[in-house]
């Protein structure tokens, strides 16, 4: 088990690392970093992998069922939803 | 048993990359001309922690999570490859409620463990993070999923009775208790039952009576609460991956919902808890509405030097980002200088008019912000207002009884003509009249906003084919009805 100041540490570093990865985002990306930081949460399907795995019950298994369908759809649906988006930015000089 | 630790090593350095690639992905999103590579980058830390966890989970119900697995990916992968760009808002609502719904059901699983016969008490911290991290992902979840149905028009806009506040208070205290009671009491099946139930109840009683136009602060409020959940599972569950992009998101998506709350100069409580037209509705406003025929607006284009195009989340709704687009090119092929200016909330996310654009091809140097076009509105001569209402309205600067007072708006009162293609007479989201339509020098053009900008690029060929037909005399006519 993580340390719980150790754990609180990280915390403290990664919100602000949010904090200052998208003070520095144009507007115009603020759909597709929303819609990006949407797909990233996906990562929760790893622990939703690991809880199923532990998992021994019936009602167990059917929980991390469900936590590992919806994370892994979170995590899929997210991607190609912010990839489509991205994949329309194109400045002036980029067209032919 | 050597082997198993390499594994769990090799498991664990994984997931270190992971969260590298994370943080650097959304890092290079931060720059149109990067953020491509960024989701990309993104999405092969998402593989690489993937892959590692089948390298730790020794083949426990591998069975089990491959079909989770094969059910979540497939119809998402293949719905939103399909889905139309305007369809996005809902989209994220969609996805981002199922990570929500994720994170609540490791926090179910954990405390349901807890449940099993001569298991361990884990220590109280570990249980409260359990509990908070399902509350906020349950609360995000029902809260996402009544925001898609909202913004994809399965339901009815707002839905009010009274003391609502009231009770949707009761049942926030109410699971809160609950969880409390989990943490310091004890935990019975029944009562993580009861738990789960008030959050999910509450996640869908706060969205009910928010309306369509502060979605945008709502989804994305629902993002970092997201991000929140996940952090905290992810330390129940001893998985620094999951601490850390959790936690990067909630902390980005904090901020920007910030960022949005202040440009509609509404506090993030107001969104929560009142409704917009709730309050007054503003001084009525003297004069009429003077309307326009499509040939006589072309007319006002072609005399033109500098025209600024508004676009709002009635253009989502025609679908007329091409036509437009079109337009554009056309007056700009004429020599026209031509502009979008984008309100930072118009329509239902932030930059939502942005994608919108990009789709149909316009170039994101032709767009800009509301702060830097602003001024412009003064040396513009014409204007074009399409589906966007309270974000022009500037009763939102003069109007203290206003409803929006206060509200940044774009200036487009300012420019020497506007004209405003609408499909009817209706007031915007707020439900108030906008002031901008009263203007002496603003005109109507009564008609979808894909057909419109359709009859204009006719018309203005006809103009340049045929010479121009009477277009000073139609300028004159349309000054004259302003009275």
């Not at chain 1, 369908?69 to 194109?90: D, I, Q, S």
């Not at chain 2, 099993?116 to 109280?124: N, Q, T």
Request: aromatic share 8%.
């Amino acid at each position: 088990m993580i340390d719980g100041f150790l754990a609180l540490y990280i915390f403290m570093l990664a919100a602000f690392t949010g904090k200052e990865i998208i003070g520095r985002v144009p507007v115009i990306l603020h759909t597709p970093l929303m819609s990006g930081s949407n797909f990233v949460h996906g990562i929760v399907l790893v622990g939703a992998m690991i809880a199923l795995a532990e998992a021994t019950t019936p009602l167990g298994m059917t929980i991390g069922f469900i936590g590992v369908a919806l994370g892994a759809g979170n995590a899929a649906g997210g991607y190609v939803v912010t990839e489509r988006m991205l994949e329309m930015f194109k400045s002036s000089k980029d067209k032919k | 048993m050597a082997t198993e630790e390499m594994l769990i090593w090799i498991a664990k350095a994984s997931y270190f990359l992971a969260a590298v690639l994370f943080i650097l992905g959304i890092k290079r999103m931060a720059s149109p001309v990067t953020a491509r590579k960024g989701i990309v980058q993104a999405g092969i830390g998402m593989v690489v922690a993937t892959l590692a966890t089948f390298a730790i989970t020794g083949g426990h119900n591998i069975g089990l999570i491959l079909a989770g697995i094969a059910i979540g990916v497939i119809p998402t992968w293949l719905w939103g490859k399909k889905v139309a760009m305007t369809d996005m808002p809902q989209m994220v609502a969609l996805f981002n409620g199922m990570g929500g719904g994720s994170a609540a059901a490791i926090g179910a699983f954990e405390l349901f463990k807890i449940t099993d016969p001569g298991h361990p008490l884990p220590p109280m911290v570990t249980i409260g993070l359990a509990v908070l991290g399902s509350l906020i992902g349950s609360v995000s979840m029902t809260g996402s999923i009544i925001a898609w149905a909202k913004l994809d028009g399965r339901m009815d806009k707002r839905f009010n009775f009274p003391g609502q506040q009231v009770f949707n208070f009761l049942i926030l205290a109410a699971a809160i208790v609950a969880g409390l009671a989990l943490v310091a009491w004890n935990v019975q099946p029944w009562l993580i039952v009861a738990f789960f139930a008030l959050a999910l109840a509450f996640g869908i009683l706060m969205t009910l009576p928010i309306g369509g136009a502060d979605m945008p602060v709502v989804i994305s409020l629902f993002n970092a609460l997201t991000g929140l959940a996940v952090a905290f599972e992810g330390y129940v569950m001893n998985i620094p991956a999951l601490i850390i992009a959790g936690t990067v998101v909630g902390a980005a998506g904090t901020f920007l919902t910030q960022l949005m709350a202040k440009a509609m100069n509404r506090p993030i409580s107001g969104v929560l808890f009142s409704n917009f037209g709730g309050g007054g509705s503003g001084e009525a406003i003297a004069g009429s509405q003077k309307s326009i025929e499509a040939s006589d607006a072309a007319s006002l284009l072609y005399m033109a030097d500098k025209v600024i195009i508004v676009p709002g989340y009635g253009m989502a709704v025609a679908q007329a980002q091409h036509k437009i687009w079109e337009l554009s090119q056309a007056l700009i092929k004429a020599g026209k200088e031509v502009k979008f200016a984008i309100h930072p909330v118009a329509g239902r996310m932030p930059g939502h008019m942005n994608v919108l654009l990009a789709e149909a091809g316009v170039p994101y140097d032709l767009i800009a912000d509301m702060d830097d076009i602003n001024p412009e509105f003064k040396t513009c001569d014409v204007a074009i207002v399409i589906g966007a209402n309270d974000v022009v309205n500037p009763a939102a600067k003069t109007d203290k009884s206003s409803p929006i007072y206060g509200m940044p708006i774009l200036n487009v009162v300012d420019s020497r003509q506007t004209i405003v293609i609408k499909r009817g007479k209706g007031t915007g989201f707020a439900g108030i009249e906008n002031a901008l339509f009263y203007a002496d020098n603003t005109r109507l053009l009564y008609a979808d906003g894909k057909e419109a900008a359709n009859q204009l690029i006719s018309e203005l060929k006809g103009i340049e084919g045929g010479g121009g037909r009477a277009r000073p005399q139609a300028c004159v006519r349309g000054v004259d009805g302003g009275g």
